[in-house]
């Protein structure tokens, strides 16, 4: 057989360099779950307050100042001095009993005083088995004559213009028992506004413990 014409040898490759090598990825790590994301919390809708601009609120005025009705006047040492000379002057007093109001009952007991005067009488000529008579002696200071307990002089009143006229440090309100409800809570009040002591009030304040 006729020797197969061969063609010229085919080029060899070359091998390729070391520099030209692509790198090689390390292998990749186990992969950690994924955690899923937490659904979104939907947002509450505002409420129709929220929305609309709130405008700031404008302070009260501040009240005027409550004038306090004083519960003991304003007594000079000498006045305060007789009103304990006649407080200690009121324990010693005795009760002024009536001739015969124990024999009889249409005189009365206690709140109704005559001076004896019979010829006879063993009381007005004060003797030791008799009640007491009514004397000089166990009078009260004339100073503190008319005066409350506490000290206040008390003024009868009825109508506004009269409690306007008093002196809130030595004078208390005395309303008269003609006046009716409705006026006297008028009166009251007007002076409860300029600090007057009222003696017999319809409505009676509560203190400030």
Do not use: C
């Not at 063609?7 to 790590?29: D, F, L, R, V």
């Not at 007093?93 to 001739?99: D, E, G, H, M």
């Amino acid at each position: 057989m006729a020797a197969e014409e061969k063609g010229p040898p085919a080029p060899e490759k070359e091998p390729a360099s070391p520099a030209k090598a692509e790198p090689t990825e390390p292998p990749a790590a186990a992969e950690a779950p994924k955690e899923e994301a937490a659904p979104a919390e939907s947002a509450p809708t505002p409420k129709k307050s929220d929305r609309r601009e709130r405008k700031p609120r404008a302070k009260p005025a501040k009240k005027a100042a409550k004038v306090r009705a004083p519960r003991r006047p304003e007594l000079d040492p000498e006045l305060r001095r007789l009103l304990t000379i006649r407080t200690d002057g009121d324990r010693r007093r005795p009760l002024f009993v009536r001739t015969a109001s124990h024999r009889y009952w249409r005189i009365g007991r206690w709140e109704s005083w005559r001076k004896p005067k019979g010829q006879q009488s063993k009381q007005r000529r004060h003797y030791g088995y008799r009640p007491t008579i009514v004397s000089i002696g166990f009078g009260s200071p004339r100073r503190t004559r008319g005066l409350t307990p506490t000290g206040f002089r008390p003024q009868l009143v009825h109508t506004t213009e009269e409690i306007d006229r008093l002196d809130a440090k030595r004078e208390a309100a005395l309303i008269a028992r003609t006046v009716g409800t409705r006026k006297r809570l008028v009166l009251e009040e007007r002076a409860r506004e300029r600090g007057i002591h009222v003696l017999n009030p319809l409505l009676h304040e509560r203190e400030d413990t």
